[in-house]
């Protein structure tokens, strides 16, 4: 592998959309040398030259301790650690590319949510099966919005790996006075909740898109997260996991707040957009819609019952009118709250 015509990095991010750009700000302020990879080589040497990425996060500059490139193979050299913060639908291919990039010695951790659509893996089990076992992985999930953290607005998320003293090195890295990690060996809850969050809060702006009131919204998160629960645990994680950051605290986020991605695409389609419409209006990748797909299979084959998130499967993917979604669950049978 050739050198890197860049100074070393501690870390380099791969993506450069609006959360790989807040990643790759937060722990440039956290001390670390950074680089940022992204695979427009126009875009990249626009963000090089002005020291902003326009149109993903216009608000903050990039400082002098964090590098841009277009060269995979420039980026992945002379590195520590590498991040990789792409959308679901693209981590496998991502990781095809690096396998043969990656020195043995180089810790990998992702920022990705949601299952893969056509096999139903969470990407730890994509990242095990792409690159083999006796690497260290990580994964980085919570309640986090990129404007805000590229604010450098307090926060704290989730980074969960099965060897906790690579977590805890990834912490004190992107840790700062603004900036709080914790830390989990429980990579498959946090993974999971990162991937039904993003499905609940479709259903949480078509809620409120159809004026069902608060006390709905509330009830769709408190029962979306038994949903969320229940299938974690039947993949092995901890249900103590989805009362955390990655779980409820991302849920409610992404449920409630108008920044939210899925959240205003259900509320597009509430108001009457075609799913092609409200899917463009919002100008960037919504994973939920996607993920609402993949997420309904994983559910089948664990023989998991989730009818919020069944129902929203039905509004994207088989017309099914968002009242009759709420008149069914309401209709469902009397049983206790915890089963």
């Not at 919204?217 to 901890?238: D, P, S």
Request: aromatic share 6%; hydrophobic share 45%; net charge neutral.
């Amino acid at each position: 592998m050739p050198a890197s015509k860049l100074a070393r990095a501690d870390i380099t991010v791969l993506g450069a959309g609006s959360w790989g750009t807040a990643l790759a700000l937060q722990c440039a302020r956290a001390g670390r040398a950074v680089r940022l990879w992204g695979r427009d080589a126009s875009a990249i040497a626009t963000m090089a030259r002005d020291r902003v990425n326009q149109r993903y996060l216009p608000e903050a500059n990039l400082p002098p301790n964090l590098m841009l490139t277009a060269s995979l193979e420039e980026a992945v050299t002379a590195v520590d650690d590498v991040l990789v913060a792409v959308p679901s639908h693209g981590f496998r291919a991502l990781l095809l590319q690096l396998k043969p990039l990656l020195a043995g010695s180089i810790r990998l951790c992702w920022a990705t949510k949601g299952f893969e659509l056509d096999s139903g893996q969470l990407p730890n089990e994509v990242a095990h099966q792409v690159l083999g076992p006796g690497r260290s992985v990580a994964v980085l999930s919570g309640p986090t919005f990129a404007r805000e953290v590229g604010a450098g607005l307090p926060t704290a998320m989730t980074i969960a790996s099965p060897e906790l003293d690579y977590a805890e090195k990834l912490a004190r890295d992107l840790s700062s006075s603004s900036f709080r990690a914790y830390i989990s060996s429980d990579i498959t809850g946090v993974e999971v909740g990162g991937a039904v969050k993003n499905v609940l809060a479709i259903g949480a702006g078509l809620s409120d898109g159809l004026g069902f009131g608060a006390n709905a919204r509330v009830a769709l998160i408190t029962r979306g997260l038994v949903e969320m629960m229940r299938l974690g645990v039947a993949l092995g994680a901890r249900r103590e996991t989805f009362m955390g950051l990655a779980g409820l605290g991302d849920l409610v986020l992404t449920c409630t707040d108008d920044h939210s991605r899925n959240r205003s695409f259900g509320l597009a389609l509430a108001l009457g957009a075609p799913v092609e419409d409200a899917l463009q209006r919002i100008g960037q990748v919504v994973e939920g819609y996607h993920a609402a797909r993949a997420l309904r299979g994983v559910a089948v084959r664990q023989q998991v019952t989730m009818p919020i998130a069944e129902g929203i499967y039905g509004v994207l993917y088989e017309r099914l009118p968002a009242e009759e979604l709420v008149r069914g669950l309401m209709m469902r049978p009397i049983k206790p709250e915890f089963d």
